[in-house]
């Protein structure tokens, strides 16, 4: 089956910036793609997903207007661009792949992951 393996997290200050990188072992052009993040002790949190043809997308609003998914189809790629950085974005960050195309709940049903990529944000 296609794995996951995501890229790109490290150490910024607040305020910068930081480019997350999935990539997929197979062809993922027929999957919703999804990143969420998880800090210890809490839950995983939704953070952006992107329809199959990366037409749709969807972001949380704590990540409005600072994260941005994409995705390359061609290089079975998935990104997260992430601006102005805040601590509370400090989590590990996982790729999320779901073998539909219904985009009606973009925000579940994911059953495929990666094995996460840790990013910290100084204050």
């Known amino acids: 089956q296609v794995q996951l393996v995501e890229s790109g997290g490290g150490l910024v200050q607040a305020g910068g910036s930081l480019r997350l990188s999935c990539a997929a072992s197979g062809r993922i052009s027929r999957y919703a793609m999804g990143w969420f993040r998880q800090t210890p002790g809490k839950e995983r949190e939704f953070v952006a997903a992107i329809n199959w043809s990366g037409g749709n997308t969807d972001h949380a609003d704590s990540v409005k207007g600072r994260f941005t998914i994409s995705r390359d189809n061609a290089k079975n790629m998935v990104y997260l661009q992430m601006n102005s950085l805040k601590p509370e974005d400090t989590a590990v960050y996982y790729c999320?792949?779901?073998?539909?195309?219904?985009?009606?709940?973009?925000?579940?049903?994911?059953?495929?992951w990666g094995p996460g990529t840790q990013v910290t944000v100084s204050s």
């Open positions: 999320a792949a779901r073998s539909t195309a219904d985009w009606t709940t973009p925000r579940y049903g994911y059953d495929l």
